[in-house]
């Protein structure tokens, strides 16, 4: 069965640190690939997608996130975190341009002062 | 816009009972989903729906029954509540076409609802 693995279920950082969460999935066939994001006591949002061209794809608010076909990853990235960005963040994939994306079971990302 | 909205935002039921969730989009979007999400498991697919009179089951549908008569409404049945069927619920809708699916990856989440069943 297809399936995304998010390895850690928790990541403590400090602030102004980099950060790099990942992202596995299990299949090379033809897939797009999103993180998504949930601040506390809210539904997700959109952070960033890969859907074709440029392997490397960038949010707004400083992530990016590079897909790796060789080794089926989609790891998140982000130079210099800020208190803010304490939040879950899922993996999710759509393979084989399916209707439905599968989300991974996420990574909680501590901000420490 | 109101964007997805989902009522009620925290429910306790007891074993058996029965109950609806509601979530309603004012976005005009023809894709609309229910997922549960529970601690350390991500969230797992209930039931979607790709415009109105057409549904179909996600990874999980067990238990629940859905419908969609409009665009906006997307109410998601829980019948014979279950201990299993605690967690959180999460509606969420997107836009897609025949010809481009990949609007609809960009799903709008609403507030999502807590319930307990004891």
């Known amino acids: 069965a297809q399936s995304v693995t998010q390895l850690d279920s928790q990541v403590p950082v400090f602030e102004e640190a980099p950060v790099e969460l990942r992202c596995n999935y299990s299949s090379s066939v033809s897939v797009y690939l999103f993180w998504y994001v949930q601040y506390p006591n809210q539904g997700l949002q959109l952070l960033l997608k890969?859907?074709?061209?440029?392997?490397l794809v960038k949010s707004i608010n400083g992530f990016e996130a590079e897909f790796n076909k060789s080794q089926t990853s989609f790891h998140l990235r982000k130079p210099s975190v800020h208190i803010s960005d304490t939040a879950e963040y899922f993996c999710?994939?759509?393979?084989?341009?399916?209707?439905?994306?599968?989300f991974g079971k996420g990574t909680r990302l501590h901000i420490l002062p | 816009n109101a964007g997805v909205t989902q009522t009620p935002k925290f429910r306790i039921l007891k074993i058996g009972q029965s109950m609806t969730l509601q979530c309603t989009q004012d976005m005009n979007h023809n894709y609309m989903y229910w997922y549960r999400q529970d601690p350390g498991m991500g969230l797992k697919l209930i039931y979607y729906?790709?415009?109105?009179?057409?549904?179909d089951k996600g990874e999980v549908p067990n238990g629940y029954n859905v419908s969609r008569s409009t665009t906006e409404d997307f109410p998601l049945r829980l019948e014979l509540a279950a201990p299993s069927q605690t967690s959180v619920y999460f509606c969420?809708?997107?836009?897609?076409?025949?010809?481009?699916?990949?609007?609809?990856?960009?799903?709008?989440f609403g507030p999502g609802t807590r319930l307990t069943v004891t």
């Open positions: 999710a994939v759509s393979f084989n341009r399916d209707d439905k994306i599968i």
């Open positions: 890969y859907l074709s061209g440029s392997t």
């Open positions: 729906s790709v415009g109105a009179g057409i549904t």
């Open positions: 969420a809708s997107s836009y897609g076409t025949e010809w481009d699916r990949t609007q609809s990856y960009e799903q709008y």
